[in-house]
């Protein structure tokens, strides 16, 4: 990622964390529209996973200059979420399901420029995430 990409991403995510609750809202309902099967791979109860899902990708994209210390958490969830049952081909909704929910919560402020900063960050993260 250029230093403008991580740059874009960071402000960006600043302007999701006033919405995270709805972001993840909005984020599972597409996710469970575009991929049902994976909807038995989540609780019954989805309110303590959204808070997950918000902080990690909070943490994730919020600290590049931390990369050594965030890539083993990345590693670790990735290979979690195989124990889980994920399989690498999930990952293409996941993504379509998180640019989506992006383009919804940041409005006219998703660009062409950001939507491919985020493309390339979520590009990354799924890469480390699927190789663990």
């Avoid at 690498?88 to 929910?101: I, N």
């Amino acid at each position: 990622m250029t230093p403008q990409q991580v740059e874009l991403v960071q402000k960006s995510i600043q302007k999701v964390v006033p919405i995270a609750a709805t972001a993840a809202d909005l984020f599972y309902t597409r996710l469970f529209e575009i991929a049902p099967e994976t909807r038995a791979l989540f609780p019954a109860d989805m309110a303590e996973q959204k808070k997950k899902l918000m902080a990690m990708l909070v943490t994730a994209v919020s600290n590049p200059h931390r990369l050594d210390e965030i890539l083993p958490a990345v590693k670790d969830l990735g290979k979690r979420h195989k124990g889980y049952g994920v399989t690498a081909d999930q990952y293409a909704p996941v993504g379509a399901a998180l640019l989506w929910t992006l383009e919804k919560g940041l409005g006219p402020d998703w660009t062409p420029e950001v939507k491919a900063a985020w493309t390339e960050t979520y590009t990354a993260l799924a890469g480390v995430m699927t190789n663990a």
